[in-house]
């Protein structure tokens, strides 16, 4: 039966599945946002995601190359589930809790809209629901591709995934952008990529993945990072786990796996970029890092800049300490780290949060946040709250 609370009504208790309405899993989100009448609120999602799997045989038709789009459909006709995608991270079964959490493990929903692909009925489900403006879409199993052993096919599948978004994606829905997959295995395909992706409507960034093989301060990907700079788009180093790395596979739970491989990209990436001078070479270059979450940062910038007081000769190219680069770069929430509100806050205090953090939901995944985790944070400012809930990143993506 349904019941009255704060003078609405709210639905009947239901047990959510795989088949389960998106608006439904997010209702209550739906009715916190009337409750508060924040509807004015501008809301930017800085990394949510799709399962492009779902998408597959389309995704593989758009492969520029004709040899490895033949073998792409070939493969996929004869063998189930997404067969031409390497993906050695390990892990990726385990994200559902055994299927505990559904709307993780599979989004069976019934879309009866004519004339929208199904991916943008359920990205716009998810916005309407959480009252969210505009959402930068990110793959799913795709974020493993950095680490695919086949050069030519890891190319080949990140530019048919990203002309799939922009064709066919995109278009359909003005609220969603994205940003565009740079195989940095190979540094000359990947410029390519800008020139090739860079002036698309809804492209407002170029993305990393964080399980990417080379350093990312080798000589080689210096005119990427110029070109970006010169063209005033972010650059993201978007975190994800890998189960083979050689000190993941001491760890024999997914849980702990998780919590560490996630954050080891991200400071082996952020570290070499600022030891290296990176900030200093592109100063205008918007940085980015998502999905490690934000407790890893003050660790690193007291860890860097004490290493740097006793050996700075090792990092001539810096003017400053390691920490106040970090603090000129942009971070996303998720997942944001709140089991001590006083050690969030000074974390916060660190980064600069009112004019560097950006909210993210990572919607569908089991850790996702809705934007009431940034209303609820009692230390935040009215006006921090609008920033890193959408002006940050209306400022940072050129919204």
Known sequence: MDTMKDGLREPPVQEIDVYTDTRQVLDAERRRIARDKLSDLYIVDVDSHHTETESWNEILKFIDDPVIRDNALRTQSVRAGNAYLYSPGGGVAHQDVAGRIPHQASRREKVEEKGVHRDVVLAR???????IDATILFPTPLLALAEHPQADIMVQLGIGYSRFVT??????????????????????AALEIVHQFADRPGVVGFLVTGQTPKPVHHNDLMPIYAELQERNLPLAFHAGFNWNDSSMKLINRFLGMHALSFVICSLVHMTNWVINGMPERFPRLKVVWIESGLAWIPFLMQRLDNEYMMRSSEAPMLKKPPSEYMRDMFYATQPMERSDLRTLENTMRMIDAETQLMYSSDWPHWDFDAPSTILDLPFLSDTAKRNILGLNAKRVFNL
């Open 125 to 131: 489900r998810a916005m309407d629901t959480m009252g």
């Open 167 to 188: 064709e066919t994606l995109l278009p359909q829905e003005k609220r969603l952008k994205t940003m565009i997959f740079l195989p940095l295995a190979d540094p000359r």
